[in-house]
């Protein structure tokens, strides 16, 4: 770039205009500010900067309003304004910018190095911009002066048709008429030969000697001439020399073409037709006619295609140019990249339409049309569906039309610029704010963004459940000071308080208060939250409170009703200790009376044998038996109901027992029902128990005892003693005997007190053991079971606790 | 008198008194037993009074105690007479029906000095009573009556 490139900065900020602006100038732009406005508006007016930072927010007008200003101001609308804010960020604001035509965003605050960068960006667009707008309009005034010449020499033809008409309707034309005409005219024979020349023929003759035109004086042979030419390899001389041929032979009726001659004077472009003079001599007429300046203005339009595409190419833009005559379309790479096509391919208006959204297409071609009937530019944007990978994208495009020296437009050009990502951005911005937006007004639970002013809350945003609270609606409780919403000072210091808190923590902090409202207490569980410092630079918080009075008075209800819960259980224990000491003396005086009845019919009955020992007869003396075995067996009996009634009574003393050798100890004192039998042991290895030794020596013995007992009739016995299952901590432990069993439907009356399954005079015994068993393991908090089938033994199983091994 | 010791037997139920007569006759030792049939009675013959105002002094060489009894019970007895510094040496052997651990562990510390339940079996009963009379009447030396008693509460 020759001239550095012209930047305006509008910035109300001092300090960000003078850090900005430095920043500029340190990239070698030339810099010009502007603190307002309209000050920035008339500086575009008079010194035409090539890119303007416009700031949104102005004392005087609004960078946009500005901004849409310059975009309708056709002397200055070309001037790239860059909307630089750091509130006006969000996609609506954008969009606004998007409106007023702003050629780009930058959002503050920003990196420098970004910052320059994009600046360079811009004005590497202005000045390409620049470039093409200058370019475009001397090739349009280039081409309307064409155009003009064009139609005179068109005239010009006319007339020298007219001419040529004369002449064979006449062989007199005078050489005068030929003269007079610009247009360079020869008259050939059949065989080449110039016979006739006009005068700007000679000229042009005389004007390059030494070239090839040299030669084509009156009396030489154009064809010759044309042949050496075509000899020597020019193409063009051999296309002119068969053109000629077919003419002369009458295979055509005209040839007409077009070529560059560098004459030594000057570099021209020639348009040479060749026509029959009409005559039978098959004489022919050359005319040659300068058509330089047309060339030159199609090589200017050529080259403002090629900044286009090079300035496109900088933006990431692809070209397109569309002949609306022809509908034929030229794309450049990047558009196929765009659109998907894996590969240049030819192109037509009517291919283009296939890849447009179907829904699109109606708005883009009636830009695109616009644009074809004389409208000079068009912005618009449509959706295209890529046939590579089926994705859809977003299409922003310009477009432009190029007009003929008549003002009719031959072409329209202009650029697409994929705005996908852009598009995916708003649309997820929004998708955003929607989501939080829901979230905030969820209802149930109030919701809003404070910030703490002298003491008071100034209320920044509440949802409507916060909003109702106060009898407000969102809108009409925004900035209020909770004064002003009529809460009490005291709870206006405490709010302020938790907020304060929860900064100094940097976490939430929650509380519960109450209110009487509508003559009923309600409760509220309220959490808040230190956010950030807000726009106005006060720090801002949340808040959520939720109504938990419903929890809180299920909460009171349950503190009640354990409370009363408690008063019962204390009531029932009392009953219960009551019973308890009642049963106890019930024991008691079962202990003390009951034995001494017994004893005194045991002590009179022996005092009686006694003294009737030789008087009395063989069945008096069994009588007297009987009493006594009656006697003794109800003393068995008081005996086992009162250790069966001791056992519920006495105190645990919980050690870690070792199982195996309780039941090697039990083995060896049932040594006295064992004596004589033929018993065989299995004895598992049995893990270590928690439990009161001498309860668990008990159980061990009634069960064992039962076992010897009921396997009397086998020979041999077999008692197997195991543990069949450890789980959670507790062990089952198990007695078998092959033993006499019994059926199983009675199984349910064994563990009650006294309850036997045998008759005594088969099985002795009371029928408190396995009462005793179930007691005991029940204190021990396990369970106790039986299995058995008559004839087929019995296994009792009962469950203790574990000792947890080391 | 001096030469034979006397028994205290306190039951209240007469078949036990007789049973319990019965197996001292059987060993034809002649002691004196003086039988009662509550623990007011045996109070007042410790203490002498009421009915017992006039009864020979001395102590009997062993108080044989029922414990369940009408009015003051063998326990109340044995509470009195071993918190009495004058009569707290003399030998007292609970006799009951009742082998509940807090009877028991009650009358030892109150000062019992023996514990046995009564026999279920007759036979067994009279081999106990046999066995406890030879015992603290013969094998037993009796605190010296009266003797150390001043010793004591002078030092």
């Known amino acids: ?806 | 008198m001096s030469s034979s010791k006397r028994i205290l037997l306190v039951d209240d139920s007469p078949q036990d008194v007789e049973m319990t007569l019965e197996a001292m006759a059987e060993d034809r030792q002649d002691h004196e037993v003086i039988t009662l049939r509550d623990g007011a009675e045996a109070l007042d013959y410790l203490y002498r009074r009421n009915a017992f105002a006039d009864r020979p002094a001395g102590q009997p060489a062993v108080v044989l105690l029922d414990l369940k009894m009408p009015k003051v019970d063998g326990m109340e007895v044995l509470r009195q007479l071993k918190s009495d510094p004058q009569l707290k040496l003399v030998p007292v052997v609970i006799m009951t029906s009742s082998r509940e651990e807090q009877d028991v562990i009650g009358c030892y510390q109150l000062g019992a000095n023996a514990y046995v339940v009564k026999p279920a079996t007759f036979r067994e009963f009279v081999e106990t009573v046999k066995h406890l009379v030879a015992f603290w009447m013969m094998t037993n030396e009796p605190p010296p009556a009266g003797g150390r008693k001043t010793q004591r509460a002078g030092g």
């Open chain 1, 1 to 806: 770039m020759s001239k550095p490139t012209k930047i305006l900065l509008v910035d109300d900020d001092p300090s960000l205009r003078a850090m900005t602006s430095e920043m500029l100038a340190s990239a070698n732009y030339e810099v010009m500010t502007a603190s307002t406005g309209l000050e920035g508006l008339a500086l575009v007016r008079q010194r035409h900067p090539d890119v303007v930072l416009q700031d949104v927010e102005l004392p005087d007008v609004n960078g946009i309003e500005i901004c849409r200003r310059i975009k309708s101001d056709p002397e200055i609308a070309s001037t790239l304004v860059v909307i630089m804010s750091g509130k006006w960020t969000s996609a609506d604001h954008q969009n606004a910018g998007l409106r007023a035509r702003a050629d780009g965003y930058i959002t503050r605050p920003f990196q420098m190095d970004d910052f320059l960068s994009r600046i360079e960006t811009f004005a590497r667009i202005a000045h390409d911009e620049k470039l093409l707008r200058e370019s475009e309009q001397q090739a349009q005034a280039q081409t309307a002066k064409l155009s003009v010449d064009i139609a005179q020499l068109r005239e010009q033809i006319a007339k020298r048709r007219q001419a040529d008409e004369a002449l064979r309707k006449s062989i007199l034309v005078t050489q005068t008429t030929l003269d007079s005409l610009a247009v360079q005219i020869a008259v050939m024979d059949a065989q080449g030969v110039i016979i006739a020349t006009n005068q700007a023929w000679e000229q042009f003759v005389r004007d390059n000697p030494g070239s090839r035109f040299d030669v084509c004086r009156r009396g030489a042979s154009y064809t010759e001439a044309c042949a050496r030419t075509a000899r020597a390899g020019d193409p063009l001389a051999q296309q002119a020399l068969a053109g000629i041929k077919a003419v002369q032979s009458g295979a055509r009726a005209s040839f007409e073409l077009e070529y560059p001659c560098d004459l030594p004077s000057e570099k021209r472009w020639f348009a040479m037709r060749v026509t029959p003079l009409g005559d039978a001599s098959g004489a022919t007429v050359v005319t040659h006619e300068n058509i330089t300046e047309r060339k030159q203005a199609e090589e200017l339009y050529r080259a403002y295609l090629q900044r286009l595409t090079l300035a496109a190419e900088a933006a990431v833009m692809g070209v397109w140019e569309w002949d609306v005559r022809t509908h034929a379309a030229t794309w450049d790479n990047r558009m196929f990249e765009m659109y998907g096509l894996s590969k240049p391919e030819p192109m037509t208006y009517r291919r283009w339409t296939e890849l447009v959204h179907p829904e699109d297409m109606a708005k883009a071609e009636r830009h695109l049309h616009r644009v074809a009937a004389g409208n000079e530019q068009a912005y618009f944007g449509f959706r295209i569906i890529r046939p590579s990978d089926g994705e859809t994208r977003q299409i922003r495009a310009a477009a432009s039309a190029v007009l003929d020296g008549q003002g009719q437009v031959v072409k329209v050009v202009g650029v697409n610029f994929d705005i996908t990502k852009h598009k995916q951005a708003e649309e997820a911005a929004r998708e955003n704010e929607a989501i939080l937006r829901t979230f905030f007004d969820s209802p149930g639970m109030m919701r809003g963004i404070v910030e703490l002013v002298d003491g008071d809350i100034l209320h920044v945003a509440d949802n409507a459940a916060a909003a109702a609270f106060f009898g407000r609606t969102p809108e009409t409780m925004r900035h209020q000071l909770a004064s002003q919403l009529g809460m009490p000072a005291a709870m206006i210091q405490s709010w302020t308080r938790h907020y304060q808190e929860s900064k100094q923590q940097g976490a939430p902090v929650s509380f519960e208060y109450s209110h009487a409202a509508d003559s009923e207490i309600r409760w509220w569980l309220a959490t808040v939250s230190y956010l950030a410092a807000g726009p106005s630079g006060r720090e801002r918080y949340g808040y959520m409170v939720l109504d938990i009075t419903a929890a809180k008075r299920a909460e009171e209800m349950l503190q009640r009703l354990n409370v009363e819960l408690e008063q019962r259980v204390k009531e029932r224990t009392l009953q219960f200790e009551t019973v308890n000491k009642e049963l106890e003396a019930f024991t008691y005086s079962v202990s003390h009376d009951l034995r001494a009845p017994l004893r005194h019919i045991q002590g009179y009955t022996e005092m009686l044998a006694k003294e009737t020992q030789d008087r009395l007869s063989a069945k008096a003396q069994r009588h007297l038996q009987v009493i006594a075995d009656a006697s003794e067996k109800m003393s068995q009996l008081v005996d086992d109901l009162l250790s069966f009634s001791r056992m519920g009574r006495t105190e645990m003393h919980e050690t870690k027992v070792a199982l195996e050798r309780l039941v090697q100890e039990t083995i060896q004192d049932l040594e006295m029902a064992t004596r004589g039998r033929a018993i065989t042991w299995n004895i598992a290895p049995l893990p270590a128990v928690i439990g009161d030794r001498s309860m668990l020596k008990q159980v061990f013995a009634n069960l064992l005892d039962n076992a010897v007992k009921y396997s009397r009739p086998r020979n041999p016995a077999e008692i197997e003693i195991g543990c069949s299952d450890r789980q959670d901590g507790w062990g089952t432990f198990f007695v078998r005997d092959n033993g006499v069993g019994f059926d199983m439907k009675y199984a349910h009356r064994l563990f009650g007190v006294f309850q036997r399954l045998h008759r005594a005079d088969e099985f002795e015994g009371t029928g408190i053991g396995l009462a005793n068993v179930r007691r005991i393991v029940a204190r021990h908090g396990g369970r106790v079971w039986i299995e058995a089938a008559v004839n087929k033994g019995t296994a009792v199983f009962v469950t203790l606790k574990l000792s947890p091994s080391k």
